[in-house]
């Protein structure tokens, strides 16, 4: 199993991000590194969640980087000098968690989440997940007063294990438009008991 | 069917302190609060005053031969002797109709017609119990004179628009959104904000299909097409057309086009810079080769939409005498209405192809709702109006002395519109403004004439108030607020549904609230108050 790493860096977050990826793939590196504009990671700077929130640029970015790239990532970091970035911190992941909940009244969407969960990659583990099919033949068609719907599929959960595999579903997952998926919470090595 | 002048209804026992139209309309006193008379806002629809007073001259001839009027309170159970609780299965039914659809959805899709009964029965057999005849009356009237004809028009919008497909794919961009809304808005006063919603989703889904951000797409869609466009005639909204069989006439509505518009134009502002910033954010699609040019297929069914409009204004400008039914005073105009749109109806379902109804999943389902729902609804709402026409000398004279302003009876009418259906709300403050405008009593026509402005030089000096003011704010307020929440207006469901099943992310019930229509509508709706209603 793969480690790594998130590494929390400090900077404008657009030129960190693009800078990174330019220096990466400059050196022709296969480095897998995931900020967290693709997937929403748990931010605990309450200033950057609010900064977020608003759309507004933050200082402080989250990248998940696989360990044996971390140090050419931690070299591209070093080396910009146009705009001073920093790396604030780096911790190793233990594993990571999100929560989701759906209600999809939509065949073809339905039938994504199904199978999504259907074919869990392994090491992912679903906690406390819920997902119920549901048809009604009575309710085809529209109403007005009685909203109902002819199929739907809903439920919650929480998905747990290797970060890797948690972003492959958490990309999967949140490509239906009816799904909610919280951030992905990082649980490092360090706070393990 | 019916039997003509049944006589268990035709005697019912009319108490000596009731003083119906016998009090002249040259009686009738200024409220306190109510604003200075303003002659030119009334619309030169016709001699108003003559009609008027021809229509009271009219009602007496009728009272002398021992006929019924429309006005509904000559022979049923006098509002001031009622008590305020015998409006409780009214608030049951409505809460019913809010509450169930949020807390018990698969109950309330298979139950709901029992539970419409339960309250209606919760009601009427007590009342029956206690005042016979007249209480048979009030709610044969209730049925015969607004039920029947309310239930008929929608059934013939709905028929009419479920022949009506819009085909064709366009690109959701910010532009042609807007000119969809628009034209969605321009439809609703027409063929109604349940047709039009019905009509014009589907092209929208469509064009919006390959868009991530589109909620707000929906969302402004409930707001313009489902609810707001349909303020300009009787056949735009259910309220509006209560107001209609209650004596307003059918192009007073158009007076609303100058706020109408306003609050179109604001929101349509909004909804452009709103899907220009999202659109930013698309990726779009790899190619564009799906367009395709909008076309409607079943066109001719426009021709049944002008004939219901033929109908509904025939029954207004003509005149062909009346009769008695079960002791309940009938226009036989509004009989040939009420035929001519059940006729536009059939004409509809021979002549449109099954392919367009199917293709737009048509059921009956719909009009089963609304002819279940109101059933209970028009029962129970018997004593609310009873109590509120008798004005301060009602269990409910601390409510009408709170409303005094235009401005008060906007917010309050849509407010409650906001969460209680919007038909029984408006009718239930277009009976308050005339409780509290005009003497206890007076002929609903005439008060409908004085709430429309219609009033003569020597009205005016003789102190009566100029209700246009109020009617505008009651007619805004049921219609606009209708799209504050969810359950406001019956086709907000019916679209966010649609939607949902086209695998769009609706927001919650709190979520529209929050999200949108507090900041966005009712922001507008207090500028709105600013220019128009203060």
């Known amino acids: 199993m793969k480690t790594y790493v998130e590494m929390i860096i400090e900077g404008p977050e657009e030129y960190a991000r693009g800078y990174v990826r330019g220096f990466v793939a400059a050196r022709g590196s296969h480095a897998e590194v995931i900020f967290d504009d693709e997937v929403g990671i748990d931010e605990d700077d309450i200033v950057q969640k609010i900064k977020e929130a608003l759309h507004l640029t933050r200082e402080v970015i989250h990248a998940v980087v696989d360990a044996e790239s ?15 970035l920093k ?9 990571a968690r999100f929560e989701y909940k759906f209600g999809v009244y939509n065949r073809e969407q339905g039938d994504l989440i199904i199978n999504a969960f259907k074919d869990l990659p392994t090491g992912i583990a679903l906690v406390d997940h819920d997902l119920n099919v549901k048809e009604d033949p009575s309710a085809h068609g529209k109403e007005l007063y009685s909203p109902a719907h002819e199929y739907s599929v809903t439920g919650h959960g929480v998905a747990k294990g290797p970060i890797d595999k948690i972003i492959w579903l958490y990309k999967e997952l949140t490509s239906v438009e009816q ?9 490092f090595k360090e706070n393990q008991a | 069917m019916f039997v003509v002048s049944a006589a268990w209804a035709q005697a019912p026992a009319v108490p000596e302190t009731q003083t119906p139209s016998e009090a002249p309309a040259t009686d009738v006193v ?22 008027a007073e021809a229509e009271s001259a009219e009602h007496a001839a009728a009272e002398e031969h021992g006929e019924e009027h429309g006005g509904g309170h000559h022979g049923g159970v006098p509002g001031k002797d009622l008590p305020l609780w015998t409006a409780l299965p009214f608030a049951g039914i409505l809460l019913s109709i809010a509450l169930f659809p949020l807390l018990a959805p698969t109950f309330w899709h298979h139950h709901f017609g029992k539970v419409s009964a339960f309250w209606a029965l919760v009601f009427i057999i007590p009342y029956v119990v206690k005042f016979h005849g007249a209480a048979v009356y009030d709610i044969m009237h209730i049925y015969l004179i607004d039920y029947i004809p309310f239930i008929i028009l929608l059934w013939g919008l709905f028929t009419a628009a479920g022949g009506l497909v819009v085909r064709g794919k366009l690109r959701g961009s910010p532009g042609v959104n807007l000119i969809l809304l628009l034209i969605g808005t321009l439809m609703a006063s027409w063929v109604g904000t349940t047709g039009a919603s019905m009509v014009m989703i589907r092209p929208v889904l469509r064009a919006n299909a390959w868009r991530k951000n589109k909620t707000h797409v929906i969302v402004f869609f409930i707001f313009l097409v489902s609810n707001i466009g349909g303020a300009l005639t009787p056949l735009g909204d259910p309220p509006l057309f209560l107001g209609f069989i209650h004596g307003v006439k ?27 910033f999202y659109y930013r954010k698309e990726t779009p699609p790899k190619e564009d080769g799906a367009k395709e040019p909008l076309r409607v297929d079943g066109l001719h069914n426009l021709l049944f939409f002008a004939g219901i409009v033929g109908g509904v204004l025939f029954s207004g400008m003509v005149k062909l005498g009346s009769f008695t039914l079960a002791g309940v005073h009938m226009e036989v105009q509004n009989l040939v209405r009420d035929g001519v749109i059940i006729g536009m109806g059939v004409l509809s379902l021979v002549t449109t192809k099954k392919k367009l109804r199917a293709d737009n999943e048509f059921t009956w389902f719909p009009i089963l709702e609304v002819a ?48 209680l259906d919007n038909a029984p ?13 005009y003497p206890a009593g007076i002929e609903e026509k005439v008060a409908a004439t004085y709430l429309m402005g219609h009033l003569s030089e020597a009205q005016i000096a003789q102190g009566i108030t100029d209700g246009f003011k109020y009617l505008l704010a009651i007619s805004a307020g049921a219609v606009f607020m209708g799209a504050n929440t969810y359950i406001g207006n019956a086709p907000n469901f019916m679209v966010k549904s649609i939607a949902e099943e086209a695998g769009v992310k609706m927001p919650s019930f709190f979520g529209y609230m929050f999200k949108y229509s507090i900041p966005i509508l009712v922001v507008t709706f207090i500028i709105t108050t600013f220019v128009f209603f203060v």
């Open chain 1, 179 to 187: 799904l909610t998926a919280e951030d992905i919470t990082l649980v």
């Open chain 2, 30 to 51: 200024a409220a306190p609060d109510a604003p200075a008379p303003v002659a030119e806002e009334a619309p030169a629809v016709e001699e108003p005053a003559v009609a």
């Open chain 2, 372 to 419: 279940y729902l109101f059933a209970g609804i028009f029962a129970t709402i018997v004593p609310a109006l009873a109590i509120l026409k008798a004005g301060t000398e009602g269990a409910a004279a601390p409510l009408i002395n709170a409303v005094n302003k235009p401005w008060q009876f906007f917010w309050v009418t849509g407010a409650l519109s906001s969460f």
């Open chain 1, 87 to 95: 790396v604030r911190s780096e911790r190793t992941i233990d594993h």
């Open chain 2, 425 to 437: 709300t408006y009718l239930t403050f277009f009976t308050t403004a005339i409780g509290k405008l």
């Open chain 1, 70 to 84: 971390a140090a050419l990532v931690r070299e591209a970091i070093t080396s910009a000098q146009d705009v001073p």
């Open chain 2, 250 to 276: 059918f192009f007073w509505t158009m007076n609303l086009i100058v706020p109408m518009s306003f609050v179109v134009a604001l929101l349509l502002a909004i909804f452009y810079a709103l899907d220009t």
